[in-house]
């Protein structure tokens, strides 16, 4: 019998977890873990049916912006604020719907089948997302756009992005410029973003992480004691943040040494740096100098001011050209003559529509991003100063073509058997092309020796699209600006007769601010030109 009480005694201690419905009081307590239950259910529920009306929010809006958009592509795109936005929508808001829909298995197999796409759909990167927030800062800086109306979504005082920027929106911008090492215009977009998040009922970025990144690109322009203003904020609002609580410290001693500086401490030994620093003038110092005075020359062009002086614009004129080819006495072009000294003309209705078309459809699918040489060693290869894609198009690739390479020789009266493919390129977000010259310069003694045809003496510039703001062609030297016309082309001579280089001739592609624009160039080298531009009899043949 001693077994029947010890299986008692195991019985009597058990009840806690498995017999509870022996007693009332136990049944009673099963209510109350029901109760957390539910609540634990519907919290679930409730924290799904937010995530759900996010998707249904945040979905609602792309489809109105994607039927927006579909009505006209190109017009839609060609504003750059809306640009921007279907990059950012595509990166970092995707970003953060994925992590919604990885929450559950439907979502994740949604995601893989999008992925298992990957071979039709196009999806940008980071990097594409830094070159659209860089193209932005470009326009920003060249047509002095002012940073709260660009956040409104206007451009030239009109209102023409389909919405306004989010706080997010400012701070992903401000984010790829802190990101770029630019601090100037982190700290404009950051305040931007300030401005927004605290007039925000719907809070799209936290408030601190504004100030994180304000606060250093702050202290980075100089401004220590505002840095330090910022930090105590950030630190007012997170106590704990360790990178904010080390910078603090930083820029306290930063100021207590500027502070000691401005009081004469230490006068002699940085009086001593300044007057060294004030009176050297280098060769870098000279260099500087002419880059950014043709910086302004450039911008100030590409904005529309200034322009060509009464005394050289009265001597312009316009006519009909009908020589020297048989094929300019059946159809004499008009002619305009845009500048004298170098001499640049403007040859308008040479290129039709339907040619237009042609070779925008032979070009596109074979766009590569526009390269440059590189001087030293020849090779060709991308650069931040020529933001495009383009290709080339043989004679041999259709007629249209074929036709219009005859055009040019039978326009210039320039051989075109020894000029370079036509080369086809496309301007979008922010495209440019900072100055440059179209020739090689004496020190790029390698730069066409594998086409074996010397120098570019000429070059011939198609504009295949008109462009609603900004694209200009510019040459920064002479104060001239050619602003695109469809059909329309500019032609002018790289090379004085003795084989020089005209430094006059240096120029630049502005940044398209609205719209885009399509251009097609004939580069026309030196040999083969020999009996029809002569070279000069004297070195100082001009």
Known sequence: MWWLVAAAAVAVVAPCHGEVFTAMTDMSRLLATEGEMIRAIENFIVAQEEKLEKLKRDLFEMERIHDLAAHSPDDFLANPINAYLLVKRLTVDWADLQDV?????????????????????????????????????RLQDTYNLDTSQLARGQILGKKQAYRELTAADCFELGRQSYNSGDHYHTTLWMTEALSRQEAENNKTVEHADILEYLAFSTYMQGNIRQALKLTDELLLERPNHQRAQGNKVYYEEALSTQEAARRGEDRDSLGEEAVEKGYTVTENTLVNDAYHRERRSYERLCRGEGGLPPKVSSKLHCFYQNGPSDYLKIGPVKTELAHINPTIYIYHDVLNDDEIAVIKELATPMFKRATVQNYKTGELETASY???????????????????????????????????????ANYGLGGHYEPHFDYARREEKDAFKSLGTGNRIATFLFYMSDVEAGGATVFPQINLALWPKKGAAAFWHNLYPNGEGDELTRHAACPVLVGTKWVSNKWIHERGQEFRRPCGLDIKDL
């Open 101 to 137: 829909m990885t929450d559950n298995s439907m979502g994740k197999a949604m995601l893989n089948n999008l992925t298992s796409m990957a071979d039709f759909l196009r999806w940008p990167d980071e990097e594409d997302l830094n070159g659209a927030a860089t193209a932005l800062m």
């Open 386 to 424: 020529r933001i495009s894609k383009s290709s080339w198009l043989k004679s041999g690739d259709s007629e249209v073509v074929y036709r219009v390479n005859e055009r040019i020789g039978a326009i210039t009266g320039l051989n075109m058997d020894t000029a370079e493919e036509l080369q086809v």
